[in-house]
């Protein structure tokens, strides 16, 4: 165990696993900048738990873990500066959730937006455990004191929930826990293609880190854009495109700010301004697509990077735990005679 500042995150094996462009540009990007940086110490899962807060088939569950474990080592997470693991295998997780729990009002949870959304998108499956996920999101966090989270916007409001649960545990029990706090990328909220709705895993509405270049450029070719500008000639509105946002991310800076003037002007159509993001996707997505097709040839690399990584975190979250359980009162102690 180092002395650095923790960093923890993770993302859900939802969908088939294997992560998007709103994962990447909101969160794992800045993860894979943050374990470069070694200022931190820094832990990563795979939250299978979180996931099966919605319905799944548990045969295909395997390959999702594995297919999001992939995607982190191939958008370069180094494993040998900082622990990957399959949240499950910590189970300490678990416990920490129970008793933090025991401190989370009803009706904070009842105020979460996730929940709001999740309980509309699976109407036939809201349960107790889609309710009460940034409990254990909270556990996830505080099991390792981390205190820099990066995140996407969508999950701001569970941290702030978490820095509270932190509070209130600490009113009650004594100093134990940080407050962690989100980082967010410059582009904390990529949309899906479609405009509707944020890009996600489980909407179908997702440019995925492995998509073959055809495929990106399928995509593309029906995304939404400002609704605007349908034709060439008509002046954009930059600022409120999907388009332009994934630019800003994955285009070099000079030629952003041309694409925005000449957006605006109505000089650049949406098909060309379309035709150049293929171009950056690609670039930054070729040596992912690499890097995934080698692990899949050596599955058994993924595997033990996620076995050492459990092992690694199971050591923080074990004295964290023995910490929480001393703070609570949670042993025998026969009374004063
Ligand atoms: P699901 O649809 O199952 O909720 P998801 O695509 O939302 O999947 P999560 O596993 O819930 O992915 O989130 C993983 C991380 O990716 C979180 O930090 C989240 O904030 C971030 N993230 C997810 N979607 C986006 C997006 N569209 N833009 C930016 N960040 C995102
Ligand atoms: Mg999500």
């Given at each position: 165990m180092s002395n650095r500042p923790r960093i923890f995150s993770g993302m859900q094996p939802?969908?088939?696993g294997e992560l998007h462009l709103g994962n990447y540009l909101g969160a794992l990007r800045n993860w894979v900048e943050l374990v470069d940086q070694q200022k931190y110490e820094a832990l990563f899962a795979v939250v299978d738990s979180h996931a099966t807060t919605v319905e799944y088939d548990p045969k295909q569950m395997p390959h999702r873990i594995f297919g999001t474990a992939l995607s982190y080592l191939a958008a370069g997470l180094d494993p040998e500066r900082c622990s990957v693991f399959i949240?499950?295998?910590?189970p300490e997780h678990m416990e920490l959730a129970w008793y933090l729990g025991t401190v989370t009002a009803m009706g904070d949870l009842q105020r979460m937006t996730q929940f709001k959304e999740k309980s509309d998108q699976y109407k036939q499956n809201v349960n107790s455990g889609l309710f009460t996920y940034p409990v254990l999101m909270a556990a996830d966090i505080l099991v390792y004191k981390a205190t820099v989270v990066p995140v996407g916007d969508d999950q701001v409001q569970h941290l702030e929930l978490s820095r509270e649960i932190a509070r209130r545990f600490n009113a009650r029990y004594g100093q134990v826990f940080p407050e962690p706090k989100p980082l967010l990328t410059k582009t904390p909220r990529i949309m899906g293609i479609d405009g509707?709705?944020?890009?996600?895993?489980?909407?179908?509405?997702s440019i995925d880190l492995f998509d073959d270049a055809k495929t990106v450029e399928k995509k593309l070719k029906g995304a939404f854009t400002d609704p605007a500008k349908l034709r060439l000639g008509d002046a954009g509105h930059p600022e409120i495109c999907n388009v332009f946002t994934m630019h800003t991310a994955l285009t070099d800076a000079a030629l952003v700010a041309d694409i925005d003037r000449d957006c605006r002007s109505g000089a650049l159509g949406c098909g060309d301004c379309k035709k150049r993001l293929v171009q950056s996707l690609n670039t930054a997505l070729d040596p992912m697509r690499e890097r995934a097709a080698a692990l899949r040839a050596e599955p058994a690399r993924v595997l033990d990077v996620l076995r050492d990584g459990a092992a690694r975190a199971r050591e923080i979250a074990q004295a964290t735990l023995v910490e929480v359980r001393d703070a609570m009162g949670m042993r025998a102690e026969a009374p004063p005679r």
């Open positions: 939802t969908g088939s949240q499950s295998d910590v509707k709705a944020k890009m996600s895993k489980s909407r179908g509405n």
